[in-house]
């Protein structure tokens, strides 16, 4: 007993020295920072708030834009009364600049009926102040979520009946332009329809929400979220999908093959009767006078 007396003596002479305290103050913080660095949620530092990503938009918008969209988005008319160099913004929503500048269409070199997909010149943060700017001006679609577009954590039936419906939606809706396999096709005034091979879901599904250039738009009354995503599943499908027949002729349907057929099959048939002309066994003997 005296002995265990004499070791709690000593601790707490140890306790009430001038550093002790010291000590026990800089383990505590030690402990508590370390803590909070584990659970505290993650936070972006230089995450722009909505007003500065607003005002940088606008800053991107004046430079780049509004030559032909107006200096606040309402739009440019040209000479020519009912035509636009540049359409009214008001109202399009962050879908439809997420979609014309995320893929290059937009800022154009010069108007024409088409914009076709080029290579993106802005950064994807220029990108989001831009749509930040556009949706400040009016009501619009917004930027959708990857689970919007997405059939990851859908069981593998439920995939396969998604891809089924998007195809009879596909059929249905869309092949009279971008061809049953979405290789796309020739559109009136000198547009057309681009290919969806390749192009990704987000882009899809912000095209059918937005519909840009000659494509009508498919807002979430005309086709639901599920079904815009059940869409992009089916073309996705296809990307996957063997081609069994073999050669695909660029998947434009009658008229790529009508012309193989015409121009390999018949005229491979008239080479081959001209050569078998060509060839044939001629008699040079004069004929004997009766």
């Given at each position: 007993?005296?002995l265990?007396n004499?070791?709690?003596?000593?601790?707490?002479?140890?306790r009430?020295?001038?550093l002790?305290?010291?000590?026990?103050l800089?383990?505590?913080?030690?402990?508590?920072?370390?803590?909070?660095?584990?659970l505290a949620p993650?936070?972006?530092?230089n995450q722009p708030s909505?007003t500065?990503?607003v005002?940088?938009g606008k800053?991107l918008?004046l430079?780049?834009?509004?030559?032909?969209?107006?200096?606040?988005?309402?739009?440019?008319?040209?000479?020519?009364?009912?035509?636009?160099?540049?359409?009214?913004?008001?109202g399009?929503?962050a879908?439809?600049?997420?979609f014309?500048?995320?893929?290059g269409?937009m800022?154009?070199?010069?108007?024409?009926?088409?914009?076709?997909?080029k290579?993106?010149?802005?950064?994807?943060e220029?990108t989001?102040?831009?749509a930040?700017?556009?949706?400040?001006?009016?009501?619009?679609p917004?930027i959708p979520?990857?689970?919007?577009y997405s059939?990851?954590?859908l069981s593998?039936?439920e995939?396969e009946?998604a891809i089924s419906?998007g195809g009879?939606i596909f059929?249905t809706?869309?092949?009279a332009?971008h061809?049953f396999?979405?290789?796309?096709?020739a559109?009136?005034?000198g547009?057309y329809?681009p290919?969806?091979?390749?192009?990704e879901?987000?882009?899809?599904y912000?095209a059918?929400?937005t519909?840009?250039q000659?494509m009508?738009?498919?807002?979430n009354g005309?086709?639901?979220?599920?079904e815009k995503?059940?869409?992009?599943a089916y073309l996705?499908?296809?990307?996957?999908?063997?081609?069994?027949?073999?050669?695909?002729?660029g998947?434009?349907?009658?008229?790529?093959?009508?012309?193989?057929?015409w121009?390999?099959?018949?005229?491979?048939?008239?080479g081959?009767?001209?050569w078998i002309?060509s060839?044939?066994?001629?008699?040079?003997?004069?004929?004997?006078?009766?």
């Amino acid at each position: 007993m005296r002995l265990l007396n004499r070791t709690a003596g000593r601790l707490s002479r140890h306790r009430r020295g001038p550093l002790a305290g010291l000590a026990v103050l800089l383990l505590g913080l030690l402990i508590s920072g370390s803590l909070y660095t584990a659970l505290a949620p993650a936070q972006a530092d230089n995450q722009p708030s909505e007003t500065e990503q607003v005002a940088q938009g606008k800053e991107l918008f004046l430079a780049s834009c509004s030559f032909c969209h107006g200096q606040n988005g309402e739009g440019v008319p040209t000479v020519r009364e009912g035509y636009q160099l540049g359409p009214s913004l008001v109202g399009v929503g962050a879908a439809a600049v997420d979609f014309q500048v995320g893929t290059g269409r937009m800022p154009m070199a010069s108007p024409g009926a088409q914009a076709p997909r080029k290579k993106v010149i802005f950064t994807d943060e220029e990108t989001a102040a831009l749509a930040a700017y556009v949706a400040s001006l009016g009501p619009g679609p917004a930027i959708p979520n990857e689970s919007d577009y997405s059939i990851e954590g859908l069981s593998e039936e439920e995939r396969e009946e998604a891809i089924s419906r998007g195809g009879q939606i596909f059929l249905t809706n869309c092949t009279a332009c971008h061809n049953f396999n979405g290789a796309g096709g020739a559109m009136p005034r000198g547009g057309y329809a681009p290919s969806l091979h390749g192009v990704e879901g987000k882009y899809i599904y912000e095209a059918l929400l937005t519909g840009p250039q000659q494509m009508p738009n498919f807002s979430n009354g005309n086709l639901s979220p599920e079904e815009k995503r059940d869409v992009i599943a089916y073309l996705g499908s296809l990307e996957e999908t063997p081609e069994y027949a073999g050669f695909t002729l660029g998947g434009l349907g009658p008229v790529s093959e009508g012309l193989f057929a015409w121009v390999v099959g018949i005229g491979g048939l008239v080479g081959a009767a001209v050569w078998i002309a060509s060839h044939t066994t001629r008699s040079n003997k004069n004929k004997v006078d009766a």
